[in-house]
């Protein structure tokens, strides 16, 4: 049964679509209409990628949170489906939070999301209550269980907040039975990744406090995430209010890879390595996929908390995915490639060989909205090699964005200070080549 709340967002959501004519990302996706921001539910279901998303149809400013949807066959090009949750209960009256899918033995989609419901405080104001629900579907509709939630703050280990306890991330085990990750923090905001056990996916029990930041990254661990991915474990998790850590963590709220071993014993996680999973601003809670072909794929909030209240007022929608990245491990840290689908894109190649210059140049055919491109340098004198290398995008007599590349320091940097800002944020960026960041 489709609720009142839910009805009025597809409708809304179908009828403003309508008037959106052009100016959205060639291969990003964004929100139908209004906000978007993590990604939910990025699952492969009836032969097709499913991504959910936070989002708010009546505005392009965060809101009432309700799940959007899209589908996709090659993660590039996505169709929208009509809105797949509404805070239309009494347990998520204040928003569906961020959550996961599966397919169920039988067919079905199996989501699970956090329900926020917003209790007075004795000063006057408010808190958020946070609690795990599900919902069951075909794919494009979705009930939710009458027994919702199914967990709450009684599921909690000592300790643990009420107010703190959400985005869950579930999968299947090899054995039938169902696991889930979820965020939470202690009193004092300290985070934490605690872990769920079902036998059917609908009734959970606690299992175990999975990983413990101890006032290492930032605060509050949002977004976990957890899986096996060449012969190691693998937790990410974005902290909020993250300290710098020597060039590591600049960004504030960003997402860390934890990398390790797995005891099955006490089911806790034992750390061996740590790195940023990425070094720009504008990278948040992140989902990854077991793919059909065995490839650990990932999509992330490409927008950062900081700098979201700045749009453009006459859009109609806020807020876009990054494209997804092919996860793998070498060397004991991880690699990430965009997905081998955009391959299938390319058209005719322009190619230049041998081009010496030492000023600014440019080259015939090197232009465009969409290109892949490809760089390969070497100093004509390897006695005198260069210092700066740098390439301009979205080039007039305005704008434009640099990436360069300095070798004798080994670092990269973006800078978007001429993108079109109007406001002083971070537009500078640098990733040193050995893995370390410093903001300039």
Not at 122 to 134: A, H, M, P, V, Y
Not at 226 to 251: I, W
Not at 349 to 360: G, H, L
């Amino acid at each position: 049964m489709i609720s009142q709340t839910l009805r009025e967002a597809r409708k809304y959501e179908e009828t403003m679509e309508a008037g959106i004519n052009g100016g959205r990302p060639a291969f990003h996706l964004s929100p139908r209409v209004g906000w978007m921001n993590d990604p939910n539910g990025f699952s492969y279901c009836k032969g097709a990628y499913h991504l959910f998303y936070q989002y708010y149809p009546y505005d392009s400013v965060w809101g009432p949170m309700h799940w959007g949807h899209a589908v996709s066959r090659d993660l590039l090009h996505w169709e929208y489906l009509p809105a797949a949750l509404a805070p239309d209960t009494a347990y998520d009256k204040d928003g569906c939070f961020s959550g996961s899918a599966l397919e169920l033995p039988d067919g079905r989609q199996l989501l699970m999301y956090t329900g926020v419901v917003k209790e007075p405080r004795t000063d006057g104001g408010f808190q958020d209550i946070q609690t795990q629900c599900i919902a069951i579907g075909d794919g494009r509709d979705y009930e939710k269980y009458q027994q919702n939630p199914v967990l709450d703050g009684g599921d909690l280990p000592e300790g643990g907040s009420r107010n703190d306890f959400r985005d869950p991330k579930l999968w299947m085990e090899e054995d039938g039975t169902y696991r889930c990750v979820v965020g939470n923090c202690t009193g004092d905001k300290d985070g934490r990744i605690l872990l769920y056990k079902s036998e059917d996916g609908i009734h959970w029990d606690f299992l175990s406090i999975l990983a413990e930041n101890k006032g290492r990254f930032g605060r509050m661990w949002e977004c976990p995430d957890f899986f096996k991915l060449d012969g190691k474990y693998v937790l990410l998790t974005s902290p909020q209010d993250m300290m710098p850590r020597g060039f590591e963590y600049h960004n504030g709220n960003g997402t860390i890879c934890l990398m390790g071993d797995y005891d099955e014993k006490t089911n806790t996680f034992i750390e061996e390595h740590n790195q940023a999973v990425d070094y720009g601003i504008d990278f948040y809670a992140p989902q990854t996929i077991a793919a059909p072909d065995g490839r650990r794929i990932m999509i992330g909030w490409m927008q950062n908390w900081d700098t979201c209240n700045l749009r453009d007022t006459e859009r109609f929608w806020f807020g876009q995915m990054t494209l997804p990245r092919e996860l793998s491990i070498e060397n004991g840290r991880l690699i990430q490639k965009p997905v081998r689908e955009l391959e299938s894109l390319r058209g005719e190649e322009v190619r230049y060989e041998n081009v010496v210059f030492t000023d600014t140049i440019r080259l015939d055919g090197i232009r465009g909205r969409k290109m892949d491109m490809e760089i390969m340098l070497r100093p004509a004198d390897p006695e005198n090699i260069f210092h700066k290398f740098a390439v301009r995008f979205a080039q007039d007599e305005t704008y434009h964005t640099s990436v360069s590349f300095r070798p004798l320091e080994s670092v990269v940097k973006v800078d978007r200070k001429f993108s079109g800002s109007r406001r002083a944020i971070i537009h500078l960026w640098s990733c040193h080549f050995g893995g370390e960041q410093k903001t300039v």
